[in-house]
């Protein structure tokens, strides 16, 4: 609608074009809109369960001969799981922010419970 002659709308012609790969705005959503923050607020609050996963890791963890403290993914799924349902996901972004240590890519109940996740 934006090309064509005979629309009257004027809402579609203050929309920007379309972004191409190596735009820095490529893939993000407009500065100042309800978007973007929607999704800083979901950033602060996957860092705030971020934070409060590691603060139950050194709670309920053991501290090893290195100084750093583990717990199995069992015992942390059984405390975890009563406070959020997302325990392997916040895990993993746990993990990509270098917070946390284990083996595997992904942690499943039952099968990994013995899995040593380790507070760095």
């Known amino acids: 609608q934006r090309k064509n002659p005979f629309s009257s709308d004027d809402r579609l012609a203050s929309k920007p074009a379309h972004t191409h790969r190596g735009d820095p705005a490529y893939g993000r959503p407009p500065e100042g809109s309800r978007t973007e923050q929607r999704g800083k607020d979901a950033h602060s609050h996957v860092g705030k369960e971020v934070e409060e996963l590691c603060l139950i890791i050194r ?14 993914f069992g015992q ?23 917070l946390v240590h284990f083996d595997g890519e992904m942690l499943w ?3 990994d419970d013995d899995v040593v996740i380790t507070l760095l």
């Open 76 to 98: 942390l799924f059984e405390t975890y799981v009563t406070i959020s349902n997302k325990v392997v996901g916040i895990l993993l972004r746990a993990r990509k922010h270098g």
């Open 59 to 72: 709670r309920t963890g053991e501290v090893g001969e290195d100084g750093h403290v583990s717990v199995t």
């Open 109 to 111: 109940q039952g099968k």
